[in-house]
């Protein structure tokens, strides 16, 4: 590591934001725990992948689709968008593609946010939202999350969000189901929410986790667009398509707002395979459901495991959990660096203001049962 505030360091000549972020912590890949500790036979449960891989269809899409990668992309992305609109019933227009839904987090910063501005974000709330405001140099506004012991652990108040808004916030960013807390919003509660937010701050409803959440009454937030030109509909292809390598998701929104992000997109900014697989894996639900199946099982599976090892999980919308792994005295940061060892990759959460817990990836039963073997030997 280098020294960024050395006097001669370049890093001087960053701009203020720049210098003052620190970097997003992805989850650790497996071949580095590899490299680190020589260790083989690794379980990756830390970064919300899903172990059945994308529908046969879309694979072979991407395969196929190499043989024109000497080509540029389209870079309307127009067949991926059709297939888009048609599927939310939305026009062309109202979709902007992105490398990856996180792209359009920054998009999205890039178009409306400003030194001069603010934006509101929950306490807890998906890591990227601050970073990406903080790069503009705009305030970020942290309003405090729902209480521990509250129905919702950790989640969003949206009262409290609510109150945290004024005539300087353009975005404001609702994670339905967060990520790390698992934490959701009621249908009513969003709806109720929209209502009572000026026209002068746009809604980012991020739903990377919409498959999984459905079965918990969560709002397909398209279907809200028609009468609210503030909101913007983030969704993925890597989450529960499982294409979380190819980089491809998507926000849906009023023509307006997509016409500024595309303002701000790179041309070329979706590849041609994800392009293809995208499309395709669009028309195949059958592999969401097959995924959403295996996370209902796996969640069984930990709710009855994690317990037994005095581990406390919190509910969870997503397919992923978080769970306070201190009640032997140790720290979430010790009981990753500790299943590291067993060949066992979560998420530490410490950097969230959680430092009980860790975030743990639903996977397949041998791999949940790999992970409650081995958190058992740690806190034994
Ligand atoms: C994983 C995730 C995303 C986006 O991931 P991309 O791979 O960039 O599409 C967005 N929001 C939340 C809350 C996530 O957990």
Redesign the pocket.
Known sequence: MTDIHTPRSPARLAVEAVRALSPYVTGKPMTELERELGITDIVKLA??ENPLGPSPAALAAAQKSLADIWLYPDGNGHELKAAIARHHGVSLEQVTL??????L?VLLAEAFLSPQVSAVVSQYA?A?YGLVIQATGAVAKVAQALPEDSDSPFGHDLDAMLAAIDATTRLVYI?NP??PTGSWVSDAALRAFLAKVPDTTIVVL?E??FEYARRFGCTDGADLLASHPNLVV?R????AHAL?GL???YALSHADVANMLNRVRQPFNVTIPALAAAEVALADPQQAVRAVALVEQGMAQLAEGLPALGVKAYPSA?NFVLADVSRGGLSGAQVFDKLLRQGVIVRPVGGYGLPRCVRITIGLADQNERLLAALKHCLD
Do not use: E, H, P, Q
């Not at 992105?98 to 792209?103: A, F, K, L, Q």
């Open positions: 970064s919300n992105g490398n990856g839904s996180n792209d987090l998906f990227i994670a967060n990520n991020d990377a986790y983030l993925t292809f890597s989450k979380a980089r491809v998701g997503g």
